[in-house]
């Protein structure tokens, strides 16, 4: 990312004013993406962001660190409110690292698997697994997103 250039959203993504989460359906809006993480996301946000990241179902799961029995959520055909906000804070997450590398997937997950400096040493999807965690990965794409490298 050159220092200076604007922001050019990746091809798949425009006309989608708010990005993966659009894309998914899911809700930009704090207030919103409370009420629909304690509802439970379908099941078919997993099959979504599956054949858009060309990942299977299985390793989403793994990297958004939900446990899970795949023929009782494939039968209820929804996720705990748990699972809910793990998908919700690993969608959000890997939404604005896609910023970061134009919308590749396979980039975009590359980095979140890969250890940071900036974040002691931890890989960035490890670090999800708290809120401050969340924050500090968060914080981290920002800085890299305006050029600040840690």
């Known amino acids: 990312m050159n220092v200076g250039t604007s922001y050019k959203p990746p091809k798949h993504l425009v006309g989608q004013p708010d990005g993966l989460l659009a894309t998914l359906s899911l809700p930009k809006q704090p207030v919103d993406a409370h009420k629909e993480t304690l509802a439970g996301f379908s099941y078919e946000v997993v099959k979504k962001l599956s054949t858009m990241a060309k990942i299977d ?18 039968s209820e055909n929804v996720l705990s409110s748990e ?7 690993f969608i959000r997450t890997l939404d604005a690292t896609l910023q970061l590398f134009d919308g590749d997937f396979s980039t975009a997950i590359q980095w979140l ?7 002691g040493d931890e890989s960035p999807i490890l ?3 708290t809120p401050p965690g969340v924050e500090a990965v968060m914080d981290l794409i920002g800085q890299i997103k305006h050029g600040v490298i840690p």
Request: net charge positive.
């Open 57 to 74: 179902e299985i390793t989403i799961f793994q990297l958004a660190n939900i446990t899970f029995t795949k023929r009782k959520i494939k």
């Open 113 to 119: 698997k890969s250890p940071s400096r900036a974040l």
């Open 127 to 129: 670090m999800l697994s």
């Open 83 to 89: 699972q809910s906000i793990k998908l919700y804070v």
